[in-house]
Nanobody, 118 residues
Framework: QVQLVESGGGLVQAGGSLRLSCAAS????????MGWFRQAPGKEREFVAA????????RYADSVKGRFTISRDNAKNTVYLQMNSLNPEDTAVYYC???????????WGQGTQVTVSS
């Protein structure tokens, strides 16, 4: 069993920055990749960013490339999402996820709200 807890969400003005954290606990030996997803009101959940646990390889959605950076601290079992140049379209509930391989996520956090005002 893997538990994921997101933190760092909140209200920020357009153009501002925010850093999300996702701490993993439990059977973390199962984790080989972690990612961030988001879901805005009335929209489907979408992929944001992912990172492999060992190699640190990353991939991003086109909508956030150049603005968001995913990173990890293996010793702390924590993944971060640094979000810069935020705009109202980034407003969503952000979820972190973990799984045995990239694109195969079977553990999910509770989500943290990010609201960007214009």
């Amino acid at each position: 069993q893997v538990q994921l807890v997101e933190s760092g969400g909140g209200l920020v003005q357009a153009g501002g920055s925010l850093r999300l954290s996702c701490a993993a606990s439990g059977r973390t030996f199962r984790i080989y990749a972690m990612g961030w997803f988001r879901q805005a009101p009335g929209k489907e959940r979408e992929f944001v960013a992912a990172i492999t646990w060992s190699g640190g390889n990353t991939r991003y959605a086109d909508s956030v490339k150049g603005r968001f950076t995913i990173s990890r601290d293996n010793a702390k079992n924590t993944v971060y999402l640094q979000m810069n140049s935020l705009n109202p379209e980034d407003t969503a509930v952000y979820y972190c996820a973990a799984g045995p391989v990239d694109r195969m996520y079977d553990s999910w956090g509770q989500g943290t709200q990010v609201t960007v005002s214009s």
